[in-house]
């Protein structure tokens, strides 16, 4: 709300982030390599195999998970009165102005 063109801007870098992985696999293991202390040659078979998916997006169904969530801390005593509004949490205009196809359900 604060700052909506930092918001927009830092998915921007998410989503060209996401893109050079998927482009530039070998390249991705050099430079998580480093930061991992891992070989580079292991990186790229290390994310296939991990199934990691840095696809950015925002789907109603996240809703559905906070919810349970909550309802789960509720029943643990872990929240004491109202519980927040999670939609808050989920506006979904900033991506909507970069990729509609990357909301759905809201």
């Not at 070998?26 to 990186?43: D, F, M, S």
């Not at 996240?62 to 989920?90: C, H, Q, T, Y």
Request: hydrophobic share 45%.
């Amino acid at each position: 709300e604060k700052n909506p063109q930092g918001v927009i801007g830092t998915l921007r870098a998410l989503i060209e982030a996401n893109e050079f992985m998927k482009k530039n696999p070998e390249q991705t293991g050099v430079i998580a390599g480093k930061k991992l202390n891992l070989p580079a040659a292991q990186v790229p078979e290390l994310l296939k195999r991990g199934g990691w998916d840095f696809d950015i997006y925002l789907d109603a169904s996240l809703k559905d998970v906070f919810a349970e969530v909550i309802v789960w801390m509720k029943e643990s005593n872990r929240l004491v009165g109202a519980a927040p509004n999670i939609m808050r949490a989920f506006d979904p205009a900033p991506l909507r102005s970069i990729d509609p196809a990357r909301v759905k359900g809201f």
